[in-house]
């Protein structure tokens, strides 16, 4: 086990590597002050089946994984070679890393999910979670990083391009905060939002 600099989270070396590629190849992964709430946060919690969106190179998944060593965790990412680079760093872990569109991959799953992390498009998380909401049940967890879309959600004289993804989001917290749902946003990072279905 390795202490991870500007973090109280002890790392098994595993995820420990997958965090310290990640970083040298500019990949994003979840600020060290996010995983060290996650971190806390998941150890509360009796998960069986995880759905992760955006794998990245799979330090999220691996997060996951050291915390629930017994569930089913799948991971989906769009992108060729992320998805190799994943299935490679993650192949001792037991995660299901699924090359897909997350919105055809979740149309097409059957499997319940406990715990849905939402770590893609920040423009699709409306879409994601209402495409989902049959495979959650009272109790599930949606864990969503980077609501503030650095500085978007809430920003004022938002660029054009960017209105699309404001909107979106804007429509994803309204929805999180309707009376289907609990919900907080940590300040923390990006913007942190977890929300449990009632």
């Not at 500019?26 to 955006?54: A, C, M, Q, S």
């Not at 209105?163 to 923390?188: G, H, L, Q, V």
């Amino acid at each position: 086990m390795n202490k991870v600099s500007r973090t109280s989270v002890t790392l098994d070396n595993e995820v420990l590597n997958i965090k310290e590629i990640s970083l040298r190849d500019h990949i994003p992964i979840i600020e060290d002050e996010v995983l060290d709430f996650l971190t806390f946060y998941l150890r509360h919690l009796d998960v069986k089946n995880i759905l992760e969106i955006g794998t990245g190179y799979g330090f999220s998944a691996a997060i996951f994984r050291q915390s629930f060593p017994s569930a089913t965790i799948t991971t989906v990412e769009r992108k060729e070679k992320n998805v190799l680079i994943a299935q490679k760093l993650l192949r001792e872990m037991d995660v299901n890393v699924i090359h897909m569109d997350a919105s055809d991959y979740i149309a097409s799953r059957t499997e319940p999910i406990d715990l849905l992390f939402l770590d893609g498009a920040k423009s699709h998380y409306m879409e994601l979670l209402d495409k989902a909401s049959h495979l959650l049940s009272k109790g599930s967890i949606i864990i969503s990083d980077n609501i503030y879309a650095r500085g978007i959600t809430f920003g004022d004289n938002v660029p054009k391009r960017h209105r699309t993804i404001r909107r979106n989001m804007n429509a994803f917290i309204e929805e999180i905060f309707s009376d289907k749902y609990e919900s907080y946003i940590i300040p923390i990072g990006d913007g942190l939002a977890i929300t449990r279905m009632k």
